[in-house]
């Protein structure tokens, strides 16, 4: 037995199953008209790889969800989800504070999970075969730095953050990977406007410019 598994983890095959992070996308926005609607699709389907997503409706509902294709097959299934709202323990980490927000209005991801943080957890009678990603991922360590300024750039601006004040903050240095940076894009579900800068290195260097999304709809 411990020879089978040996050998599957020295010559691995990615089997792909499931259905791609983009597909998934695509079907949230042409059928979930809320955040609650988009998990319950979430919850159902499978995904091929590990995704983080951060959901949020024009009412000012917000969650996020960490999708996992769970490959060992765990008994949550892969399926973590946390808001801002203090009263919900999912919400909240074993030390009472909460995963990624500020406050009760605020919610943030990066790429690496919160929830999920022993995505894999192998062991072999009783010893351990392979830790959870973030102790050999490089993407770990190179997102806490970025997640926490935001963190703090988002108390410093509590209760007073438009689009101006947006730009700004995606504009700071260390927020900016300059080793992968496609595009820049800030949201307003209340409006259905993305504001979006691209084609320059750093993406955030050039002018946000709007797209109405309600009037492509209409």
Same mark, same amino acid.
């Given at each position: 037995m411990a020879g089978e598994i040996l050998t599957h983890l020295l010559n691995p095959k990615l089997l792909c199953s499931g259905i791609p992070v983009g597909i998934m996308g695509r079907e *949230? /926005?042409?059928?979930?008209?809320t955040v609650e609607q988009a998990l319950e699709y979430l919850e159902g $389907? $499978?995904?091929t790889f590990g995704w983080n997503i951060l959901l949020a409706d024009p009412r000012g509902a917000l969650a996020a969800a960490e999708l996992d294709s769970n490959i060992l097959g765990a008994k949550d299934g892969g399926f973590y989800v946390y808001a801002p709202e203090a009263d919900n323990p999912n919400n909240l &980490?074993?030390?009472g504070r909460r995963w990624a927000s500020v406050g009760a209005d605020d919610l943030r991801i990066d790429s690496h999970y919160q929830r999920n943080r022993n995505d894999i957890d192998l062991k072999i009678f009783g010893f351990p075969l392979l830790k959870p990603q973030r102790y050999v991922s490089t993407f770990y360590f190179r997102s806490l730095r970025p997640f926490y300024i935001l963190g703090? +750039? *988002?108390?410093a601006a509590y209760g007073e953050l438009d689009v101006p004040r947006v730009i +700004? *903050? /995606?504009r700071i240095p260390d927020l900016i990977d300059k080793r992968d940076s496609m595009n820049a894009v800030i949201y307003a579900p209340e409006k259905l406007i993305l504001y979006f800068a691209m084609g320059q290195i750093p993406a955030t &260097?050039?002018?946000f410019i709007p797209f109405d999304l309600g009037a492509a709809l209409r």
């Open positions: *949230i /926005l042409t059928k979930a008209g $389907k $499978k995904s &980490d074993p030390w703090e +750039q *988002i108390d +700004q *903050i /995606l &260097d050039g002018p």
